[in-house]
């Protein structure tokens, strides 16, 4: 088992990504060279060679339908049509990877927390946040409302559904059913803002998804060159993967099958919302392959067309580059890193999402946030995820609760004394109800003869973890 984490530096937001940090693209050492090399004679080149070809032939297909679509390419799903799901749900969401969530809490319940968050950070204005000077993302993780909002009932009923869509393996120790809660940010963005610009970015680590062996397991399909077969919701080895090498600010310790945020404002496309590339298979089978090959000619030779043509590409041992994927850092995209995406044609904002509406993506979806906020109210969102339970997420938990209980910032977040005397802080004691301790480690699992092995066995391991032996 892991040993505890150490807190990290004091920061922001900021601090994770190389484009907000004002950082210039290094150089990687010759080791990565190896191991690009060393993935491309694990495979069939002609075969890697023709899948580039069939990919990016899909990609320019796809940012066309994308662009007309806009909004409908992420679907909307009402609440009760995602607990009860029929086959074309289901089948929409998988092509996705994304979705918007409707009717998941009231509209009264959902501006009653943006009220009560307004207030803890007007009753605490030393809180930090970025940017420094006129503060829109928190580094707020233990208000009243936020520990509400990872608990609500139907917050966790959603989790539970969405963790629903993956496959594990049998007896593999994974619950898919019984989510864990992972404390996150808040972010309350202002009208006219035009500096919380996140571009384009794939959580869950960077250089890792290549350079961890059971990370990279997960793209196997993608890597041995038959993309059109990769299952985004497989999760076995994703629940074992070794997404943080660097311990980077931007790393996440723990595997997030969606991430997601709870709205609490009338939010539309133009007002600081989200921005994802709505199709889930081809945009991981694009970040897989990229950094396996290289250009022969540069745009500014033979122009737009003729650069992006698959002639034009060719595998690449000699380099040791990993376009936008610097260790520790997140993985980003940029028309230089990543042209066949067209990421100006085919990152689309969601669908407009109303107080208590959710937006969810999965965890190897490319997105943004709007780079300005053009409405007249605030665009307000708590992040909460969702998280399987694995022995992983298990141990990052136990740490979360050390954080809890220490009123800091949880250890996957910038540290520092975070909100330790702060006005209206949560304590344990505000974490409501019996299925939301369980999820904060605070109290065990239920172990039942009758259930499924891996079920069994994922919280017999999580309750040991958390000290229930
Ligand atoms: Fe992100």
């Given at each position: 088992m892991a040993g505890r984490r150490k807190p990290r530096a004091e920061g922001d937001i900021g601090s994770v990504f190389a484009s907000l940090s004002g950082e210039e693209a290094a150089v990687l050492p010759p080791r990565f060279r190896d191991l690009?090399?060393?993935?491309?004679?694990?495979?069939?080149?002609?075969?890697?060679?023709?899948?580039?070809?069939?990919?990016?032939?899909?990609?320019?297909?796809?940012?066309?339908?994308?662009?007309?679509?806009?909004?409908?390419?992420?679907?909307?799903?009402?609440?009760?049509?995602l607990i009860n799901a029929d086959a074309a749900t289901v089948q929409r969401i998988k092509r996705a990877g994304a979705l918007v969530l409707t009717d998941v809490v009231s509209r009264a319940e959902a501006e009653g927390w943006l009220a009560d968050v307004e207030a803890y950070v007007k009753a605490n204005p030393q809180v930090k946040g970025f940017p420094a000077d006129d503060k829109q993302v928190f580094e707020v993780?233990?208000?009243?409302?936020?520990?509400?909002?990872?608990?609500?009932?139907?917050?966790?009923?959603?989790?539970?559904?969405?963790?629903?869509?993956f496959a594990s393996a049998p007896g593999s120790p994974v619950s898919l059913d019984a989510p864990l809660t992972y404390a996150d940010r808040l972010r309350i963005r202002h009208p006219g803002d035009s500096r919380f610009a996140l571009g384009p970015h794939m959580d869950g680590g960077s250089i890792e998804r290549w350079e961890d062996p059971t990370y990279r397991s997960v793209y196997a399909a993608i890597l041995s060159g038959n993309w059109e077969a990769f299952d985004a919701f497989e999760i076995a080895a994703r629940s074992a993967a070794n997404q943080n090498l660097y311990d980077g600010a931007g790393a996440c310790g723990i595997f997030r099958a969606f991430q997601g945020w709870?709205?609490?404002?009338?939010?539309?496309?133009?007002?600081?919302?989200?921005?994802?590339?709505?199709?889930?298979?081809?945009?991981?089978?694009?970040?897989?392959?990229?950094?396996?090959?290289?250009?022969?000619?540069?745009?500014?030779?033979?122009?737009?067309?003729?650069?992006?043509?698959?002639?034009?590409?060719?595998?690449?041992?000699?380099?040791?580059?990993?376009?936008?994927?610097?260790?520790?850092?997140?993985?980003?995209?940029?028309?230089?890193?990543?042209?066949?995406l067209q990421?100006?044609?085919?990152?689309?904002?969601?669908p407009r999402v109303r107080p208590g509406d959710?937006?969810?993506?999965?965890?190897?979806?490319?997105?943004?946030?709007?780079?300005?906020?053009?409405?007249?109210?605030?665009?307000?969102?708590?992040?909460?995820?969702?998280?399987?339970?694995?022995?992983?997420?298990a141990a990052y938990v136990r740490d979360q609760l050390d954080s809890l209980r220490g009123g800091v910032p949880p250890p996957d977040f910038?540290?520092?004394?975070?909100?330790?005397?702060?006005?209206?802080?949560?304590?344990?004691?505000?974490?409501?109800?019996?299925?939301?301790?369980?999820?904060?480690?605070?109290?065990?699992?239920?172990?039942?003869?009758?259930?499924?092995?891996?079920?069994?066995?994922?919280r017999q391991e999580a309750n040991a973890i958390f000290g229930f032996a």
């Open positions: 690009k090399t060393q993935i491309i004679n694990d495979a069939d080149r002609a075969a890697l060679t023709a899948s580039w070809g069939r990919l990016t032939e899909r990609l320019a297909q796809a940012a066309e339908e994308i662009e007309t679509a806009q909004q409908d390419a992420v679907p909307t799903v009402a609440y009760d049509d993780y233990w208000s009243k409302p936020q520990l509400e909002a990872r608990a609500h009932p139907r917050s966790v009923a959603a989790q539970r559904a969405l963790l629903s869509l709870t709205s609490l404002s009338d939010t539309g496309p133009g007002e600081g919302t989200l921005r994802v590339y709505p199709l889930i298979r081809e945009q991981t089978a694009y970040t897989l392959l990229r950094p396996l090959f290289r250009e022969v000619k540069s745009k500014a030779e033979v122009g737009h067309e003729a650069y992006l043509a698959p002639q034009n590409w060719v595998l690449d041992t000699e380099t040791t580059e990993f376009p936008g994927a610097p260790p520790a850092r997140s993985q980003e995209f940029n028309d230089d890193t990543h042209p066949h990421l100006s044609r085919s990152m689309v904002s969601i959710q937006a969810w993506w999965h965890a190897d979806t490319i997105h943004a946030v709007e780079s300005a906020h053009r409405g007249t109210g605030p665009s307000a969102v708590m992040y909460i995820p969702a998280v399987p339970l694995t022995r992983v997420n910038p540290g520092g004394e975070g909100e330790q005397n702060f006005r209206g802080r949560a304590t344990e004691r505000d974490v409501p109800g019996d299925t939301a301790r369980q999820a904060m480690g605070i109290e065990p699992f239920e172990v039942a003869k009758g259930m499924p092995a891996g079920e069994r066995a994922a």
